[in-house]
Structures are given as structure tokens and as C-alpha cells.
């Protein structure tokens, strides 16, 4: 079982509010990663890490930012929401050669 | 350019019968393949994987199929239950001499298993 935990899952905010979305595994990996999906899409990476104080964005261009200070912790930010930030987004960890990835629950976003 | 591409976006079975999703990619550098599943408003779980060195691979009601020269992938539940509608993903990760690398996934296909 994986222990992969992102707070809060659901989030409904105004525009212009500075958000960060929490993420945080108890399984000692080195690899964590963001996600973003939206519905009949394929899920978007927009930031990865590979270890402590090491992040790098993903395929996906993304305004948000991303921190690696502890291993365990891969917090996402939106300085300031917008309607088109609306989406679900995932965090993942993973270990080995082969990227077999264990999900959080995600956060579902929506911006007013 | 998609890379992996799940071109049934939704599929609908009889619970007990073979549901089959299928997948297609156009890297031929990728060297492995995941399947997921995944919840509304839930985070994708990990279902079945296989190794470009196999053509097939087995773990309970779910295979695995892989056609290299096809480029096609295929994932077979058998018999099929209502607990297994959800959106399954195909995911692929290309092999560039070792690094690590990561994964690439298609749009998914909506399975429907009806009682």
C-alpha cells in the first residue's frame, strides 16, 4: 500500500488567491512529481524532483512552483489563481529504474 | 504529437465477459509499459506493468499483451466486474541509455461493466 497523502482534495477559491497544495510520502523516494489531469485528458506533468533541493518543470508549461526542502514534501504554489488554473492536480513518488508511480488521492481546484 | 494513444475514449461490457482496452504508440524507444486505473476524484492506481523483453503478462483477472512491431499494447480482463469500471490509462517509459526518465501517458478509455 502506498502512503502517498496530498491536502486538501478539494479546493474552491476566488481568483487572484495564493494556494498551495500539500503533498507528502512516507515511502523514503527520491522521486516525486506533479500531475495534471482534466477529464477524457491525459495526465500532464508539470514539475518533477529528484531529490532534496532539486526541481525541474515538466512538459507542461505550468505557472505554479514547486519546493523539494525535505525529502517527504513536494508542495505545489499558485501565486495568484485564475479560472484557468481549474483542474485536478496529482502528486506522485516513484523508485527504481522503471517510473512505476504511486498516486496521491489528488486535489481537485476550481477558481472562481 | 501524442506518443500514447488510447483511441476508444469509452467502452461498455456485461459483467463476466472479456473487456479489452487497447493502446498504441508511435516511441520506439520506449521500453516499458504501465497500465492504471483510475476513480473520479481519485489518484490513478497502479494495475499491471510489462518489460519490452515479453509479449505477455499475467496477474489475476488482468493480462497483458505487448506487439513491438505493431507498436500496440492491449490489456485483457477476464471475466470483467462492475468494480472495475473506471478510466484506464496507458503509460509508456522510454529507455535514453539509462537515465531516468518519465512516464508518458495516453487519454485513458472510460470502462463500462454493466450488471
Known amino acids: 500500500e502506498a502512503d502517498i497523502y496530498q491536502t486538501p482534495r478539494y479546493l474552491v477559491i476566488g481568483t487572484g488567491k495564493k494556494i498551495t497544495l500539500e503533498c507528502s510520502q512516507t515511502m523514503g523516494h527520491d522521486k516525486m512529481y506533479w500531475y495534471q489531469q482534466d477529464p477524457g485528458m491525459e495526465l500532464h506533468l508539470i514539475h518533477y524532483s529528484y531529490g532534496v533541493n532539486s526541481t525541474e518543470k515538466g512538459d507542461l508549461s505550468s505557472e505554479s512552483t514547486v519546493s523539494r526542502i525535505r525529502t517527504e514534501h513536494f508542495p505545489l504554489t499558485l501565486e495568484s489563481a485564475r479560472p484557468s488554473h481549474t483542474s485536478q492536480y496529482l502528486c506522485?513518488?516513484?523508485?527504481?529504474?522503471?517510473?512505476?508511480?504511486?498516486f496521491g488521492s489528488g486535489t481537485q481546484l476550481s477558481v472562481l | 504529437d501524442q506518443q500514447v494513444k488510447q483511441n476508444s475514449p469509452s467502452l461498455s461490457v456485461q459483467e463476466g465477459r472479456i473487456s479489452i482496452l487497447n493502446c498504441d504508440y508511435t516511441n520506439s524507444m520506449f521500453d516499458y509499459f504501465l497500465w492504471y486505473k483510475k476513480y473520479p476524484a481519485e489518484g490513478p492506481t497502479f494495475l499491471i506493468s510489462?518489460?519490452?523483453?515479453?509479449d505477455k503478462n499475467e496477474d489475476g483477472r488482468f493480462t497483458v499483451f505487448l506487439n513491438k512491431s505493431a507498436k500496440h499494447l492491449s490489456l485483457h480482463i477476464v471475466p470483467s466486474q462492475p468494480g472495475d469500471s473506471a478510466v484506464y490509462f496507458c503509460a509508456a517509459s522510454p529507455n535514453y541509455g539509462g537515465a531516468t526518465n518519465k512516464l508518458i501517458f495516453g487519454t485513458g478509455t472510460l470502462l463500462a461493466v454493466q450488471p
Open positions: 510489462i518489460s519490452s523483453i515479453k
Open positions: 506522485a513518488s516513484s523508485v527504481g529504474p522503471n517510473e512505476k508511480l504511486f
